[in-house]
């Protein structure tokens, strides 16, 4: 799959073989950057993810601990 730079929730939980809720996790605790965006005409910004965001996170996993070197 050729994948886009920003992705939804449900998009980057999938990119990284997760479920939104863990995702959401994740993101809560700082471990996962995400971007807001303004769109024109919306009151309400969305949040998406960005591709080489999700790779650095992913880069930063350490083998067999189930934990990850990323600073929050």
């Known amino acids: 799959m050729n994948w886009p730079a920003l992705l939804t929730t449900e998009k980057a939980a999938e990119y990284l073989g997760l479920g939104e809720t863990s995702l959401k996790s994740l993101k809560a605790a ?17 949040v998406r993810y960005r591709l080489s965001d999700l790779d650095e996170f992913v880069s930063g996993l350490k083998y067999g601990e189930g934990s990850f070197s990323g600073s929050k």
């Open 30 to 46: 700082g471990h996962i950057k995400t971007v807001v965006i303004k769109l024109p005409g919306s009151s309400k910004p969305v």
